[in-house]
């Protein structure tokens, strides 16, 4: 299983190319693959509807209406992206599209292999392998304490590192959303999860970062979730202005209302003296106060999850500066 998801995430000198329409590609790809649609958003739906209500042989002969007119530019447009003329080509379940655009390419000497069961096998296979066990380790530590850098060190000495965050393009707390892209689907973020699973040696440890299960609006699966409560861990912490000054520098360039709605959001639980004090500190451009009031409420939060944690703490390591490098060499020379 795990070969199949390999080749198709490597597929070497052969391009793979995805002939589902734009809004099927922008849900969930396999990464890498390329869109070439078939049919656009609007025909796919007109194609769908002809099928339910008409049937399969209506369907076919508007779909030949649409596409018969432009295939000789499809095969023009093949020849200039793929000039080595191999492909792996699928669409939603390796049916009339796939096998369709491959009959067109191979009458104009292309080499194709088409993906049996399409994207739909392809994501049973995510499925399938994202429960199979890995070797987590988990970077355990306060809002501020710069976890995702002392990750990106880890990675740069060697470690086998996955940057859930990054991958979700969201930094995890209710300001995590700001100066990030826009979010993937669950699907989509699940594919990428996997894509970077397999390249790891699974006999050595893989490190991430304690999340929540949800990371903005992407959320963690079953499995991977719960070997992430299962794995052991190791804690790291700085001194308290350190972390003010990390979280000043990484949000404080960004626009107050910005900054003023993630605070909003967090009103709740941050009570309303709390809520009053930081947003008046915020009109005043006091964002190291600012930090430190948001902390009250993050630090609860932190503490409270340390408490409810069921497995082993490996090492707590207290450092007096922010140096990701420095810290993520402690680590590594642990040999956690």
């Not at 890498?32 to 656009?40: D, E, S, V």
């Not at 025909?43 to 432009?70: H, Q, T």
């Not at 050595?204 to 079953?222: H, M, P, T």
């Not at 947003?279 to 932190?302: F, I, P, W």
């Amino acid at each position: 299983m795990n070969q199949e998801l390999l080749h198709l995430h490597n597929p070497g000198p052969a391009a793979l190319v995805d002939v589902r329409s734009p809004v099927e590609f922008a849900y969930g790809h396999i990464p890498g693959a390329i869109n070439y649609p078939l049919f656009n958003d609007e025909e796919r739906v007109i194609i769908g509807k002809l099928y339910k209500k008409e049937g399969r042989d209506k369907a076919v002969l508007k779909g030949l209406e649409i596409v018969g007119p432009r295939m000789h530019l499809m095969v023009k447009d093949f020849t200039k992206m793929f000039p080595e003329k191999r492909l792996i080509i699928h669409c939603w379940r390796g049916g009339m599209r796939s096998n369709s655009v491959s009959w067109l390419l191979r009458q104009a000497g292309f080499e194709i292999n088409t993906l049996s069961g399409g994207y739909k096998h392809y994501r049973s296979l995510v499925r399938e392998f994202l429960a199979s066990p890995f070797n987590l380790r988990i970077l355990n530590g306060p809002t501020g304490s710069g976890k995702t850098d002392v990750l990106k060190a880890l990675k740069d000495l060697g470690e086998q590192v996955i940057d859930l965050e990054g991958l979700a393009n969201h930094k995890g707390s209710s300001f995590g959303a700001i100066g990030q892209l826009e979010q993937p689907s669950i699907e989509q973020f699940e594919n990428n999860l996997a894509n970077e699973l397999l390249g790891f040696n699974p006999e050595r440890v893989i490190w991430v970062e304690d999340e929540s299960r949800k990371i903005g609006r992407v959320s963690l699966g079953d499995h991977f979730w719960n070997q992430m409560l299962s794995a052991n861990y190791i804690r790291i912490a700085i001194p308290q202005q350190e972390r003010v000054k990390r979280l000043v520098e990484d949000y404080g360039k960004y626009s107050q209302e910005d900054l003023e709605n993630s605070i909003l959001r967090i009103g709740k639980r941050l009570g309303p003296q709390h809520l009053k004090t930081a947003l008046e500190q915020l009109s005043n451009g006091m964002y190291d106060k600012v930090a430190n009031t948001c902390l009250v409420y993050y630090d609860k939060a932190y503490a409270f999850g340390l408490e409810k944690k069921k497995t082993q703490c490996l090492a707590e390591l207290n450092f007096d500066h922010s140096n990701a490098q420095l810290i993520a060499e402690t680590i590594k020379n642990s040999r956690l």
